[in-house]
């Protein structure tokens, strides 16, 4: 509400409820429908819809408290954290020394605690962030190809093109042309 104050009132009489919950199955139905739909559509309509998604869930009446949430072990909230910092800096170079100190640790334990998490070493899990994001922007955006190149941290286009093309089999021009959302429209 502090960051959008025009939902106030809108949710000035609405209770949080701090138990988790089980779900009737009305309320269910929007849920899963919302969410399903959430798959597959861009980041804006998602923020959107989620908006929609929170009248549903904090005024609906048939549910029955499931018991308390469990707590987020370490190690998931330490990986959130990572997620949350790769998201607010991939445009930038992030260092190894800048991650791990984020999250409380020395550049070497959290080499080894990232690979072990994850399978993947933190390079190449900013690189797949990176190739996502851009994804989403060939797919929904009519920006060149150097440009969303750029805008998800490369500083080199032809290196740019050549991670993209070994990561998702196609030129970044080519998977345009298979999933942009202005071709089938």
Partial sequence: MDVFPELRNRL???????????FGAESLRNIRHALSVMSRIDELEK???MFRL?????TAKDYTFAGKPM??????????????YVMAHYVHPISLDDIASEV????????SWFKRCKGMTFSQFVTQYRLNTACELLEHSQKSV???????????????????????GVSPEKYRKENSTKAHV
Avoid: W
């Fill in 12 to 22: 000035a009489c609405v209770t949080f409820p701090t138990e988790a919950l089980k």
């Fill in 146 to 168: 150097s440009e969303i190149g750029y805008l998800v941290g490369f500083s080199d286009i032809p290196h740019f093109i050549r991670v993209f093309a070994k990561e998702k």
């Fill in 104 to 111: 409380g640790m020395n550049r070497s334990a959290f080499c």
């Fill in 71 to 84: 707590r987020i072990e370490r190690e998931v909230r330490r990986m959130q954290q990572v997620s949350t």
């Fill in 47 to 49: 923020l959107c819809t």
């Fill in 54 to 58: 929170l009248p549903v869930i904090f």
